[in-house]
């Protein structure tokens, strides 16, 4: 029997990217004597040696070596921890997640950095005085040395659990700790090692007897077990100045393997039935899982409520659909009120299963913030600013596409509040500010859309600067009124910085437009909110899931189209004496203290309509990009939540519109893209400016002049 366990390969890289994110965010907050914090990053490393050692990593398995061994040390009060070393194994956390992204992705790693990072280790532990084990197979005759009659004689018997591999622990790497201490015999007992047709390759069918000659006490040898104590019988027996003899393996048992074995080569075998890695001679492939996709399209752990909840719901569907069968027998009149519950009730029901099975896509937003304390604190040493992270609302539930997708964007933020937000300590002390800055990070729900904050307690945005760069890219002219959010929304043009030095960490406004290109793409919206002195709000409004939205549906004529609610302002009757007409042919509405100009869909996309004339449609007012526009529609329909189904892979981008949804009555409606709507009404309404006058208007956040 044999078993292909590169399947089990992306649970252990997602097991181990866990364990890397522990073994962060508990470094950064490792205190001198926190040894439940040590304890936890120690065990975090391990399992990532014994789950990388069974499916023959050994790349992984002999860097996490000695990143466990200066752990050990630490948490053992062998060593103070020092800032420096914490330095060091964060940085060693890089290189471990460095070495597993490369298994994932089958591509090379940054060597250089590793083997960097490795002689630093060594460095390190060299300083205090440690023997740095190898960890290779142990091969005994290399082992066995001359007696030392001041060393003590442990006799140990290691029975493990049968299911003990399938932990992620393997005995191999437990003895070589143990030669760590000193000395070593090892024999193998293979007679409970079944006939060969009958092995499990998951399974471990093999006890050990093991000399150890050491001046090692009682508990370091237990320590070494302490990882399987549950899933194992050790007995300990300790003898004075017992002179070793070579002992024969005890193989009468086992088929297929002849007396004549060596004890090495029985070690050897006994690892590969338990983790059927390849042979030494394709040495070139062992770090590389088979069978592994580089398009690995990832997975998501479901807590057990959620699978009981979509259980619950498909047996009331059930209940539901037999109901309306039976109701479909012989069928007459007097059975309509109980049809017409009995649909209801599948509405209530199909409502209820597909929330469910949203619900099981939904990650906390913890996922993405988790990257944050650690960022701040490199950046922050690299800027010499002291920089307290404040995270609120990580348990907010975000769908994984858009959260995986949002990560870049918050880091570009974040950077940016680090390096151009927050004062050096001199400024803010002169400023009467605390000396150390604030960064919060934090996310809320908000109708059917998630926020996201990210606020700084620095020296804000200088408006007349950011206007000034405007007037000077000739972005606006001087007659132009902006609000204050009108101005900050500048910030995002391409090339747009008021910075007088460009950092190599970020510069707010380089790539800024980056940014909030990919928060559009995401259906959302980023505001900026800033008092120059006090600091600065980034506020980022997404949708919850990319595969749902909440629409409002409009009619044009016959045509039924479908808006964002999240791009919703407001829907009114238009007053015709808050009509005018401009330079261009294009309308605005006088809205309060706004001038929206206003864009008839059945322009737009050439289509018949029912009113021609603003006076007697319904205006809708939406807003993206810091802009607001007026749709002119004739008549609002209901509000729904609508599956959205890509044009891209059913016909073909159309602009202004970012994808199509079936309604209830098997017709197809378009779902408006606001943002692409804003471009294309404004470029034909500069066009025929231009026609009309050759001058060209000043547009900026939905400010005609």
Known sequence: MSVDLSQFIPSFLEESFEGLELM?????????????????????????????????????????????????????????????????????????????????????????????????LRQTLASSGSVISEVVTINVDELATENNNDMTTWQIKFIPEHHLVQTGNDPLLLFNALADLG????????????????????????????????????????????????ECELILIKEENVKLSKISVDVSSAEGVSDESTLSELCVSSSKIATNTPEPSQKNNVDKPAGKSKNDLGSIRVGVDKVDSLINLVGELVITQSMLSELGNDFDLSKVERLNAGLEQLLQNTKELQESVMRIRMLP????????????????????????????????????????????????????????????????????????????????????????EISDDGGGIDRQAVFNKALEKGLVDESTTLTDSQVFDLIFEPGFSTAKELSDISGRGVGMDVVKQNIQSLGGR????????????????????????????????????????????????PQKTLINRVSGDMLLYRLREDNVPVIPIYQLFNIPCE??????????????????IGLMVDDLLAQQQVVIKSLNDNYQQVEGVSGATILGDGSVAMILDVPGIITMALSKAQSNQQNQSHVTPSISAGVIS
């Open 183 to 230: 000395e070593i015999t090892v024999v193998a007992n293979a007679k409970e090692l079944p006939a060969l047709n009958d092995i499990d390759a998951e399974e471990l069918y093999l006890s050990w007897c093991l000399t150890l000659r050491s001046n090692a006490s009682e508990d370091d040898i237990k320590e070494v077990f302490e990882w399987v104590e549950d």
């Open 611 to 628: 009113f021609e004339h603003i006076e007697r449609c319904l205006l809708v007012v939406v807003e993206a990009d810091g802009q607001k």
């Open 365 to 452: 937003i913890s996922f993405a913030f988790n990257r944050f304390p650690r960022l701040v604190h490199d950046l922050s040493k690299k800027t010499g600013k002291e920089i307290e992270l404040i995270l609120k609302g990580e348990q907010t539930e975000l769908d994984k596409t858009v959260m995986e997708q949002i990560g870049d964007p918050l880091v570009h933020l974040v950077r940016n509040a680090v390096d151009h937000g927050i004062e050096s300590a001199q400024v803010r002390l002169a400023n009467g500010k605390p000396e150390k800055g604030t960064i919060i990070l934090d996310a809320y729900h908000q109708g059917g859309s998630i926020v996201i």
């Open 526 to 573: 980023i505001q900026v909110e800033s008092e120059q002195g006090k600091g600065s709000t980034f506020r980022v409004n997404l949708p919850l899931t990319l595969a749902i939205l909440d629409g409002q549906l409009v009619r044009v004529g016959r045509e039924v189209y479908i808006i964002p609610l999240i791009t919703i302002v407001e829907s009114l009757q």
């Open 24 to 120: 962060e965010s508990s470094l950064l907050n490792l205190e001198q004597g926190d040894d439940e914090t040590i304890n936890s990053i120690f065990r975090a490393a391990h399992s990532i040696k014994g789950g990388a050692g069974t499916f023959g990593f050994n790349h992984v398995t002999e860097f996490t070596h000695l990143v466990e061994t200066l752990l050990d040390e630490m948490r053992d009060g062998r060593r103070n921890i020092d800032p420096d070393d914490v330095e060091l194994l964060l940085e060693s956390v890089d290189c471990m997640r460095l070495l597993i992204e490369a298994i994932r992705d089958e591509s090379e790693c940054n060597s250089e950095k590793i083997a960097e990072n490795s002689r630093l």
